[in-house]
């Protein structure tokens, strides 16, 4: 769903709105990490993984705290509702 303020994660009819899944890839390469690495982290197989990244699958709530917290942002930031990085990336390696 389109707004002012961006494009949210919504399911309709199927489809996965793909801004969250690009927030959550530029995390990903902005800290140097590997798709290998997160879904290490997140305890998951590399291919589920690979999917949230390219928008196939709806990411789980779960596996957003997850991602939030280890990044070091806010919810509202992954998911596009807000633009600015609060607390910057979390460098944890």
């Known amino acids: 769903m389109s ?3 961006g494009t949210f994660c919504i399911i309709e009819s199927g489809d996965i709105i793909m801004n969250v899944y690009k927030r ?8 140097d990490k590997t ?13 589920v993984y690979q999917r949230y990244e390219r928008g196939e699958r709806e990411l789980p709530l779960w596996a957003a705290i997850k991602l939030a917290d280890f990044y070091g942002v806010s919810l509202d930031y992954l998911v596009g509702r807000e633009f600015k990085v609060k607390h910057g ?3 944890r390696r």
């Open 3 to 5: 707004t002012p303020f």
């Open 24 to 31: 959550v890839r530029d995390l990903r390469e902005d800290s």
């Open 35 to 47: 798709q290998k690495e997160i879904a290490q982290i997140l305890n998951m197989q590399l291919t």
């Open 89 to 91: 990336l979390n460098n």
